[in-house]
T-cell receptor
């Protein structure tokens, strides 16, 4: 089945140690999104790629970076994780950025920072 | 700036009861509204999507309504079951000011527990 896949499902890292989260999709969608969701909070958009065009949200910390080497894969890099970065990270895709297009979400990666 | 509020934050009901979850948003200039389900530690599953021109959408035991002018939506769940236990989030899609692109703004969700 076409889907959005996130690996790993759980990630433990140490304070300040760089970590990379992975998202892949078999939907061949042009747009890939990264959301951060802290406990009992609303998902918050960090950035998105429209094809190779990177779009950062104004309030996304510089500590968060992203790469999209091809259509199928997108990575979230946290350069120096702090305790406050512990959260669920959700990847989503959509065919394009038209308003009628639905976003399809992956299962998420839960990040724990020790 | 769009804000989405969901009340109550948590709800516990006995099995078989009908229930309503509420969602409100501050800016009525939305394109559509979507209800999601999130199981503990999992991603988001889309349940229903209502376009701004629509009043309601139904899927099985779920019915979502939208009153765009008052900035409100409700999700009605009929004959609740223990398997309905999850967090339910609503999200509105609106155009980012002057950007020509669209953004989903989520509420914090309502955590539903259906007691057998």
């Amino acid at each position: 089945d076409a889907m959005v896949i996130q690996n790993p499902r759980y990630q433990v890292t140490q304070f300040g140690k760089p970590v990379t989260l992975s998202c892949s999709q078999t939907l061949n969608h042009n747009v890939m999104y990264w959301y951060q969701q802290k406990s009992s909070q609303a998902p918050k958009l960090l950035f998105h790629y429209y094809d190779k065009d990177f779009n950062n949200e104004a309030d996304t910390p510089d500590n968060f970076q992203s790469r999209r080497p091809n259509t199928s894969f997108c990575f979230l890099d946290i350069r120096s994780p702090g305790l406050g970065d512990a959260a669920m990270y959700l990847c989503a895709t959509s065919r394009d950025r038209s308003p009628q297009e639905t976003q399809y979400f992956g299962p998420g990666t839960r990040l724990l920072v020790l | 700036k769009q804000e989405v509020t969901q009340i109550p934050a948590a709800l516990s009901v006995p099995e078989g009861e009908n229930l309503v979850l509420n969602c409100s948003f501050t800016d009525s200039a939305i394109y559509n509204l979507q209800w999601f389900r999130q199981d503990p530690g999992k991603g988001l599953t889309s349940l229903l999507l209502i376009q701004s021109s629509q009043r309601e959408q139904t899927s099985g035991r779920l019915n979502a309504s939208l009153d765009k002018s008052s900035g409100r939506s409700t999700l009605y769940i009929a004959a609740s079951q223990p398997g309905d236990s999850a967090t339910y989030l609503c999200a509105v899609k609106a155009e980012r000011s002057g950007a020509g692109s669209y953004q989903l703004t989520f509420g914090k969700g309502t955590k539903l527990s259906v007691i057998p």
